[in-house]
T-cell receptor, first 115, second 110 residues
Framework: GAGVSQTPSNKVTEKGKYVELRCDPI?????LYWYRQSLGQGPEFLIY????????DSGLPNDRFFAVRPEGSVSTLKIQRTERGDSAVYLC?????????????FGPGTRLTVL | DQQVKQNSPSLSVQEGRISILNCDYT??????FLWYKKYPAEGPTFLIS?????DKNEDGRFTVFLNKSAKHLSLHIVPSQPGDSAVYFC?????????FGKGTKLSVIP
């Protein structure tokens, strides 16, 4: 079956602009996660959705970052007033139910570059 | 503070030999551990996992060992193949959130 897909694969924007990153999880997976990977680092947790609701957004760095999942499937990560420090690869993952022993399956990521 | 550490940024191994990648963790609440493999410009791909109630899990050429008392796990790949060349991430879970190490770049030399 189809894996996790993310669009766009690359996004270049100017400082101060608004961006939206999209994630399409594996069909039937109720849990969805966003991570951010900076150069030379492992992925870092941003937010976790269980169904339509954000169960944990404690990893979002500040209030410029927001994510939605209105119908419990596709999710959009929104970044307002982008800064150069937001440049990173944004990874989306999904799992069947969100349990602690669920395997999370990752998408290819969106590489965001803020000039 | 880093809760999951991969102290070797890189490792080179001859084709056919064993590759051993190491990972240490500090949080006693972690009860599930995973290894992911990542090629450039791709997302992490799940490789193998182990629950804290086990000390070994095997899947083909890949074996993960867990030493809970030492808070240490390792991934063994035998025999290593050139296609195994990638960055390997160790990840730990105590709930739904994965905590990753910084990765180890494995190069398998033909």
């Amino acid at each position: 079956g189809a894996g996790v897909s993310q669009t766009p694969s690359n996004k270049v924007t100017e400082k101060g602009k608004y961006v939206e990153l999209r994630c399409d999880p594996i069909s039937g997976h109720t849990a969805l996660y966003w991570y951010r990977q900076s150069l030379g680092q492992g992925p870092e947790f941003l937010i976790y959705f269980q169904g339509t609701g954000a169960a944990d957004d404690s990893g979002l760095p500040n209030d410029r970052f927001f994510a939605v999942r209105p119908e419990g499937s596709v999710s959009t990560l929104k970044i307002q007033r982008t800064e150069r420090g937001d440049s990173a690869v944004y990874l989306c993952a999904s799992s069947i139910s969100g349990g602690s022993t669920d395997t999370q399956y990752f998408g290819p990521g969106t590489r965001l570059t803020v000039l | 503070d880093q809760q999951v550490k991969q102290n070797s940024p890189s490792l080179s191994v001859q084709e056919g030999r064993i590759s051993i990648l190491n990972c240490d963790y500090t949080n006693s609440m972690f009860d599930y551990f995973l290894w992911y493999k990542k090629y450039p410009a791709e997302g992490p791909t799940f490789l193998i996992s182990i629950s804290s109630i086990k000390d070994k899990n095997e899947d083909g050429r890949f074996t993960v060992f867990l030493n809970k008392s030492a808070k240490h796990l390792s991934l063994h790949i035998v025999p290593s193949q050139p296609g195994d060349s990638a960055v390997y991430f160790c990840a730990a879970s105590g709930s739904y959130q994965l905590t990753f190490g910084k990765g180890t770049k494995l190069s398998v030399i033909p």
